[in-house]
Nanobody, 119 residues
Framework: QVQVVESGGGLVQAGGSLRLSCAASGLTFSSYAMGWFRQAPGKEREFVAAISWSGGNTYTDSVKGRFTISRDNSENTVYPQMNSLKPEDTAVYYC?????????????WGQGTQVTVSS
C-alpha cells in the first residue's frame, strides 16, 4: 500500500523560506514522478511543482525562480525548497505520486501540511 507523508509546514514571514519534505513508502520510488499541489482557503487545489524519476522538473509560473524541487531516491523523499515566500503562497500543500510521469495522473496523495505566510 502506497503511503505519502508530508512534513515541514509552518508559519513564516513574507520573504522567508521553508523546506517541505515528502516521504513515500510502498512503491518503487525511483520509478515515480512526485508532485506538489496546494489548496488555499476557498480555492481549488492547484499544481505547484513536480519532479520526474530522473530529476526533470516543472513548476507553475507563480513559483518559478522561488521554489526548487529535488529528490533523494535513496531516502524515498522529495524536498520542495520554498524561498521568497509571499502571503499568497499560504495554503495546504499536498504531495502525490504518479506512475505515469510529470503530467500524471497522480494517484497516491498525502494528507497535506499547512504553510502560512504572514505579511
Amino acid at each position: 500500500q502506497v503511503q505519502v507523508v508530508e512534513s515541514g509546514g509552518g508559519l513564516v514571514q513574507a520573504g522567508g523560506s521553508l523546506r517541505l519534505s515528502c516521504a513515500a513508502s510502498g512503491l518503487t520510488f525511483s520509478s515515480y514522478a512526485m508532485g506538489w499541489f496546494r489548496q488555499a482557503p476557498g480555492k481549488e487545489r492547484e499544481f505547484v511543482a513536480a519532479i520526474s524519476w530522473s530529476g526533470g522538473n516543472t513548476y507553475t509560473d507563480s513559483v518559478k525562480g522561488r521554489f526548487t524541487i529535488s529528490r533523494d531516491n535513496s531516502e524515498n523523499t522529495v524536498y520542495p525548497q520554498m524561498n521568497s515566500l509571499k502571503p499568497e503562497d499560504t495554503a495546504v500543500y499536498y504531495c502525490a505520486a504518479s506512475r505515469s510521469g510529470l503530467k500524471g495522473p497522480y494517484d497516491s496523495w498525502g494528507q497535506g501540511t499547512q504553510v502560512t505566510v504572514s505579511s
